[in-house]
């Protein structure tokens, strides 16, 4: 890959990165409530489905730009918009508060998209040919 469309993808990475993060700052709190005999049952699939994208996401722009760079690109644009969704506008509205699964969501994100971007991208997959 070029020098420019690598930049250019790495731009564009920046921005998806940016919009999971947005995007994620609303859906996590998303929850299904069920009533169970022992009480009620939270059950968070907007936190699940938000991380697995995110994951999804890294992993797929380091296989697209064929290194490690590109998933820590995005990384840093999920951190930006996750940072910029949990601090307080000036009408002091949050969109990620100060909750059990707020903080949850974000410590899970941390770890899951830092390890997600440390496992490197297999060349051979690219190439179609085996490393023997």
Known sequence: ?????RGLAMGGLVLVGLAVGIMGGFV?????????PWGVLAVPWGM????????AAIRGACWLV?????GGVLFAGWVT???????????????????GR???YLLAGVVLGSAS???????HLW??????
């Open 127 to 132: 190439t179609g040919r085996g490393h023997d």
């Open 48 to 55: 699940v489905i938000v991380l697995f994208a995110l994951v």
């Open 117 to 123: 971007v440390t496992i490197p991208v297999v060349e």
């Open 102 to 104: 707020q903080w949850t």
């Open 1 to 5: 890959m070029n020098p420019l469309r």
């Open 81 to 99: 918009g996750t940072l910029m969704m949990a601090s307080q506008t000036p009408s002091g509205d949050l969109a990620i508060s100060a909750g």
């Open 66 to 70: 064929r290194t490690r760079w590109g």
């Open 28 to 36: 996590q709190a998303d929850r299904w409530v069920v009533a169970a």
